[in-house]
C-alpha cells in the first residue's frame, strides 16, 4: 500500500481576488475529483496536471474530509495498526484549518473528529465485550521549532534551551522525556489540546496573521486490552509548518531564522522523497522532523493531506507542492500492525523483532504511474529562469481511478490484520533456503570457471548485502546457483560481515588510542592499541607504537620511583609497572582525569576482595569494589581484571552497568534503550537467574560487551565526569 494522498484547496481570502484563481480540478471520465490542474507559469495555455487518490474543493466540509479520509483508519488503529495522518503545503494554505480546526462544530478539524470517533469506538468496545476488553488512550504532544523539541503539554518556562532529545527505540524514533497524559473522554482531551496550542509557537507574518512556526505532532497511544493480552497502537497527527518565500512573506530577524529553519527541514523532507524514489539512503537525520516523521519508514497507514492555496500570488509553491505530493504517493509503506503484548512477556521478544524487521524499507512503489507530461516537463526544465523543475502527470494515464475513495475503503479493508512482525519474521529474517529448492536440484549444475565462480560469489555477496540493509524481505531469490557456489556463498558472506565489524571496532580502538597519545594520556593510548591488536594482529606498525608507549611507561615509572626514592614529589604516589602483555596499575589517589593510576607498590592480595573482585587501595580502603567475577565471564584482555584500579568515575560506571537497571544505564551518554536491553542482556538480567548473570569489573570488558564498543565506553565516561568531579 502506498502513502495516500489527497488533495485540498482552501477558499479564496477576502484579501485574494477571484480572477487570480489559478488551480483547477477535475476528475477523470466525469468520476471523483482526482485531478489538479496548475498552468505552466512559462507558458500560461499549457496546464501541469496531477493525480491524487482524492481532490477537495473550497467547498470540501471539515466533515466531509474526516469521513473520507481518517474515519476508516480509526478501525485499523483498534486493531493495532500505527496511522500517520499529516498535513503539507506552503504557508496559508489551510494546515491547520484542516488539523485543527476552528471551534464550532461544523469547524472542527481532523484531531478533535479523530479523537471523538477513537473515544466512541473504545466505549462500543468496551461495552460489547462486557468489560472484558479495556481501552486506555494517551496522549502527548509536541512542537519541533528551530528544530529543537518541546513538550507542548508542559507550559513554556519548563523549556530548556536545548529541548528535548531523540532516541531511536525499537525502529521508531522517540523523544525522550515527553510528557504522556492519559486522557478519558474528550472533554479532558479539548481542554488539554487547547491549553497545549497556546504554547504552540506561532506568530503573524504578511502570508498568514496566525502562522505556525512551528511543526505540531500529537501522538495518541492506544492500548486495548483483552485478558493478558494488550494491542498497543499509535496516531499521529502532524500538522507541518509551511515552507514560506521570503521575499513575500517581509519577515523580521526571528521570522527569517524561523522560516529557514522550517525551509530547511522541508528540502531535508522532499530529499528523504526523492532519495526513496531513487531507491538511495535517505537523510532522515538531517532534521528532526525527518527523523520523527519518518516517511516511508513507519508500518501501518499515512495519509498526506496536501493543502493548497488557488490563487497565483501562491503559484510556484503550489506547484513545488504539488510536485512533493507526486513523488510522495508512491512512497510503499509496510501494513504491519504492532505486535500484541503478553503479560509477563520478556522484552526478549522485541528484540527480536527489532529495528531492522520493523523498519520500513525504502523504495518506491515498483509499478507506481509516473507522471510526466513530456511537454510540460520541458518547458520546465528549459524554463531558465524559474530554478524549480517539476514531474507532471499526464492526463492520458492509464490509472483507472473510477472511484478513489471507494478504492481506498477497499484497500483499508484489503489491509485487515493479516500480517503480524512475528509472522512475517520468518519470512524476513530467515535466509531462504536455497538448497532445498526442487527446481534447483533438478538444473543441471553448468560449468563454471573458478574466476566467474569468484566473481558471481562476490557479486551475489554486494548484491545480498546491500539488499539486506534495504530490505531482509527484498533479497531476490537466488537462481541457477550450484550447491557448491551455495556454499562459498554462505562462508564469504560470513568471513566479509565478520571481518567488516572487526575492522570497524579495531580503528575505533585506534582512533582512541591516537586521541590519547596526543593529550599525553600515554596509559590511555597504551590501552587502546593494545586492543586494537587483536584486530589487527600482524601490524608490524602497531607493535612498534606499542612497544614505544611501554619503554615510554617504564622510563616514567623509574623516573618518579627515583624521585619517590629521593623524596622528592611523592604526592601523586604513582607507579607503574610494565610487563610484557600487562599493564599493572594500583591507584593511590583515584583522580579523575585518568583511568589507571599506579600506586608505589606493586599489587598484592590487598587489592582483591576474596572473591578476586577488586578493592580499591587507599581511598576506598575496606570497601569492596567490585563483585565476583560469575562463571561464564571471560577476562581475556591482558589489561583487565587482576592489578587495575578504577577512579571514582570508572566504579561509578561500571557500579551503574551493574545493577542491570534500565533506568539507570540509559542515563548514560550515548546509551538508548536499545543499548541498554543489550547491555543488562549481555550482563543477564539478574545475577540469579538463569543466563548466570556477570559483572562488568574494567571499561575493557564493558567495551566488549555486545553493542557498546570502545567509544561508547569512553562517551560514558567523560560524561560521567562532571557527576562525580567533586568525589
Ligand atoms: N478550507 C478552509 N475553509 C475556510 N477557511 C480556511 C480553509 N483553509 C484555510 N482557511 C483559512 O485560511 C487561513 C490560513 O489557514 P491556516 O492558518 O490553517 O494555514 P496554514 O497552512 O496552517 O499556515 P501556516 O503554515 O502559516 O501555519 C486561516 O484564516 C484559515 O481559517
Request: one cysteine or more; glycine letters at 8%.
Amino acid at each position: 500500500m502506498t502513502i495516500r494522498v489527497v488533495a485540498r484547496i482552501r477558499p479564496v481570502h477576502q484579501t485574494e481576488l477571484e480572477k487570480d484563481i489559478i488551480v483547477k480540478v477535475g476528475g477523470i471520465d466525469g468520476e471523483a475529483l482526482t485531478l489538479v490542474k496548475v498552468p505552466n507559469p512559462k507558458n500560461e495555455h499549457e496546464d501541469f496536471t496531477f493525480q491524487f487518490s482524492s481532490v477537495y474543493t473550497e467547498a470540501a466540509e471539515q466533515q466531509t474530509i474526516f469521513n473520507n479520509e481518517v474515519a476508516p483508519t480509526i478501525k485499523h488503529l483498534f486493531s493495532g495498526f500505527d496511522v500517520t495522518i499529516f498535513a503539507y503545503g506552503s504557508t496559508g494554505t489551510g494546515k491547520t484549518h484542516t488539523m485543527r480546526g476552528g471551534k464550532a462544530l461544523a469547524e472542527r478539524g481532523v484531531i478533535p473528529r479523530l479523537l471523538s470517533g477513537i473515544y466512541r469506538r473504545s466505549r462500543k468496545l468496551e461495552k460489547d465485550s462486557k468489560g472484558q476488553t479495556q481501552v486506555e488512550i494517551t496522549l502527548s504532544y509536541y512542537e519541533i521549532y528551530n528544530d529543537k523539541v518541546f513538550d507542548l503539554l508542559e507550559p513554556p518556562e519548563k523549556r530548556t534551551m536545548a529541548g528535548l532529545p531523540l532516541r531511536d527505540s525499537n525502529g521508531k524514533t522517540v523523544v525522550v522525556g515527553l510528557t504522556e497524559r492519559s486522557c478519558d473522554n474528550l472533554k479532558d482531551f479539548e481542554k488539554l489540546y487547547d491549553q497545549a496550542n497556546v504554547n504552540r509557537s506561532t506568530s503573524a507574518t504578511k502570508l498568514n496573521a496566525h502562522s505556525s512556526r512551528s511543526h505540531a505532532i500529537l501522538r495518541i497511544g492506544l492500548a486495548v486490552t483483552t485478558g493478558d493480552e494488550t494491542r498497543i497502537s499509535t496516531v499521529s497527527a502532524i500538522d507541518l509548518a509551511g515552507s514560506e518565500d521570503n521575499r513575500r512573506t517581509e519577515n523580521g530577524k526571528e521570522r527569517l531564522v524561523e522560516s529557514a529553519s522550517i525551509n530547511k527541514s522541508l528540502f531535508v523532507l522532499a530529499k528523504c522523497v526523492e532519495a526513496i524514489g531513487q531507491k538511495q539512503r535517505a537523510p532522515y537525520r538531517e532534521s528532526k522532523m525527518t527523523r520523527i516523521l519518518s516517511l516511508g519508514q513507519n508500518n501501518g497507514m499515512t495519509v498526506m493531506i496536501l493543502n493548497l492555496a488557488p490563487v497565483r500570488s501562491h503559484h510556484l509553491d503550489t506547484l513545488s507542492s504539488l510536485n512533493f505530493a507526486n513523488r510522495t504517493k508512491r512512497i510503499e509503506v509496510r501494513e504491519v500492525e504492532n505486535e500484541p503484548i503478553f503479560k509477563g512477556c520478556s522484552r526478549a521478544v522485541t528484540t527480536v523483532t527489532g529495528p531492522s524487521i520493523q523498519r520500513q524499507p525504502l523504495r518506491p512503489l515498483a509499478t507506481a504511474v509516473h507522471n510526466a507530461t513530456v511537454n510540460a516537463m520541458t518547458a520546465a526544465k528549459t524554463g531558465g529562469k524559474i530554478g524549480k523543475t517539476f514531474s507532471v502527470y499526464t492526463d492520458r494515464a492509464r490509472l483507472s481511478n473510477t472511484n478513489a475513495r471507494a478504492n481506498y475503503s477497499e484497500n483499508l479493508r484489503d489491509s485487515s490484520p493479516k500480517k503480524r512482525p512475528s509472522d512475517c519474521l520468518s519470512a524476513n529474517t530467515a535466509r531462504p533456503n536455497k538448497r532445498s529448492s526442487p527446481s534447483r536440484i533438478a538444473r543441471p549444475q553448468p560449468v563454471i570457471s573458478k574466476e566467474s565462480l569468484d566473481e558471481m560469489i562476490e557479486r551475489k555477496v554486494s548484491d545480498i548485502l546491500a539488499a539486506r540493509a534495504l530490505d531482509q524481505s527484498s533479497i531476490a531469490p537466488l537462481h541457477e546457483i550450484s550447491d557448491e557456489l551455495q556454499k562459498r556463498l554462505e562462508l564469504l558472506e560470513q568471513k566479509i560481515e565478520s571481518k567488516e565489524d572487526g575492522r570497524e571496532q579495531g580503528l575505533t580502538f585506534l582512533l582512541m588510542a591516537k586521541q590519547h597519545a596526543v593529550r599525553g594520556e600515554d596509559m590511555s593510548a597504551l590501552r587502546m592499541y593494545t586492543l586494537a591488536k587483536d584486530y589487527f594482529p600482524d601490524n608490524a606498525k602497531l607493535d612498534t607504537k606499542i612497544q614505544r608507549l611501554r619503554t615510554r611507561l617504564e622510563e616514567k615509572r623509574d623516573h618518579r620511583g627515583q624521585e619517590g626514592r629521593e623524596g622528592k614529589s611523592t604526592d601523586l604516589g604513582r607507579s607503574t609497572s610494565v610487563t610484557q602483555g600487562t599493564v599493572t596499575k594500583v591507584s593511590q589517589g583515584c583522580t579523575e582525569d585518568d583511568d589507571y593510576h599506579v600506586a608505589e607498590t606493586p599489587p598484592d592480595n590487598n587489592n582483591y576482595d576474596s572473591a578476586g573482585g577488586f578493592k580499591c587501595s587507599s581511598k576506598s580502603k575496606g570497601k569492596p569494589r567490585g563483585r565476583p567475577v560469575q562463571p561464564g565471564w571471560k577476562v581475556s584482555d591482558p589489561l583487565d581484571g587482576k592489578g587495575i584500579a578504577l577512579t571514582p568515575r570508572t566504579t561509578r560506571l561500571l557500579d551503574i552497568v551493574n545493577t542491570r537497571d534500565l533506568a539507570q544505564i540509559r542515563c548514560l551518554r550515548g546509551i538508548g534503550f536499545k543499548k541498554a536491553e543489550a547491555i543488562r542482556d549481555a550482563l543477564g538480567r539478574d545475577e540469579e537467574d538463569e543466563f548466570q548473570g556477570c559483572t562488568v569489573h574494567s571499561l575493557a570488558e564493558l567495551g566488549r560487551l555486545k553493542g557498546v564498543g570502545a567509544k561508547t565506553v569512553e562517551n560514558m565516561r567523560v560524561a560521567l565526569g562532571a557527576t562525580v568531579g567533586s568525589l
